[in-house]
């Protein structure tokens, strides 16, 4: 499964981007789908995932901010992040999950100015 993260650019601080990804296949068969993010120097954190029930969970940074959500038709899940701060400026990466196996998109760079 190959994934493409994008969406990323440069916004304002309050402002909104919506990141895409895009499977490679038919995401039936996945187990997770999600986005991380990662800035130089720290660990990547969890942004958001769904899972194949619709379970959904968010990093305590973005509850509140940021919408996952999922089109199974297009083989696609979306980030729509509202009321961006500075701190979420990071690389977003999506991901997804299939029994033992976990993917990762190339990442799509969000940066937010103050």
């Known amino acids: 499964v190959q994934l493409q993260a994008s969406g990323g650019g440069l916004v304002e601080a309050g402002g909104s981007l919506r990141l895409s990804c895009v499977a490679s296949?038919?995401?039936?068969?996945?187990?997770?789908r999600g986005w991380y993010r990662q800035v130089p120097g720290k660990q990547r954190e969890l942004v958001a995932v769904?899972?194949?029930?619709?379970?959904?969970n968010y990093g305590d940074s973005v509850k509140g901010r940021f919408t996952i959500s999922r089109d199974v038709r297009q083989n696609s899940w979306y980030l729509q992040m509202n009321g961006l701060r500075p701190e979420d400026t990071a690389v977003y990466y999506c991901n997804a999950v299939r029994g033992p196996s976990v993917y990762w998109g190339q990442g799509t760079l969000v940066t937010v100015s103050s």
């Open positions: 296949r038919n995401i039936f068969s996945l187990n997770v």
């Open positions: 769904i899972g194949s029930g619709g379970n959904i």
